[in-house]
């Protein structure tokens, strides 16, 4: 090949990858890996984002995502953008691993054990990863939106050996199109026995004293009916409970990814919903007001003087 045909093959490789890679992709990977939970020969990993400047003393809030896929596969990069947003702004972040059917042969029961125990393990080390432990959200979307839901409603369905005097229930949870109900009137029944059906339902567990809950669900979603979202939280506030839905008007399942994780989402449902879990993280008193943000700002850079 001629110099001239290096110099033109070398500006083609570089414009498909501008174009095939996506934009700030980089800004989107984890600080690091940690195991909190071992079953058999099975590792399962907490992908961490932390904040710049944390420290040990710090008392930071947390938020711990959970990917979904129909409790049968899935994957945490599903919310990498998530959680290197929130902790941007002065969060930390994990995003989940959990054993799924595909890769584990396993039910939604061994999801919410896997859930509740990684809850746990956050809790528990709170003082060597500089987090608050009385500020931990769980979240997540679809199957990883009950698996997030089922910690903060479902009593029970612990990993067995854990220490259970240390709670797996987290202090507020953020809902994405979340499989609120178990049964034939939800979604996921053919994944459970007939008699078990409502055992990890939330809707059917609803009661006084769960924790504050932002739920996003798309009004055309034909995969978790959004009737199940509406019903939840009407259930929750009848109990004396905090709980918000947000209509996505038109949309279908899934409408909430970023386009790093759904290319074909254009960004704007990915950008409001952060708008509104940002607000409700906020009042919450879990993300510092935009002007206390701007005084530790200016306090950092007085100091590094």
Known sequence: ????????????????????????????????????????????????????????????????????????????????????????????????????????????????KDGKSAIRWVRTHADELGIDPDRIVASGGSAGGHVAACTGVIAGCEEAGEDTSVSSVPNAMILFNPVLDTTDKGAGANRFKPEQQTDLSPCHHVKAGIVPTLVFHGTADTTVPFEN???????????????????????????FNGTFFRSRNDGTDYKLTMEHSVKFLTELGYIPPPREKKREKEKKSDQSQ
């Open 1 to 112: 090949m001629t110099q001239k045909g290096i110099t033109m093959l070398k500006k083609f490789l570089f414009i498909f990858c501008c174009i095939s890679l996506p934009a700030h992709a980089a800004e989107f990977e984890p600080d690091r890996l940690v195991t909190y939970k071992t079953v058999d020969d099975v590792e399962l990993k907490l992908h961490v984002f932390e904040p710049e400047g944390l420290k040990a003393s710090d008392k930071r809030a947390a938020i711990v995502f959970f990917f979904g896929g129909g409790w049968n596969g899935g994957d945490p990069k599903q919310f990498y953008e998530q959680g290197r947003h929130l902790s941007d702004l002065g969060m930390v972040a994990f995003s989940a691993e959990y054993r799924v059917k595909s890769r584990n042969n396993t039910t939604p029961f061994e999801c919410v």
């Open 229 to 255: 979202a509406e019903r939840f939280t009407r259930l929750m506030n009848e109990a004396g409970n905090q709980c918000v839905l947000v209509p996505a008007e038109g949309k279908g399942h899934g409408f």
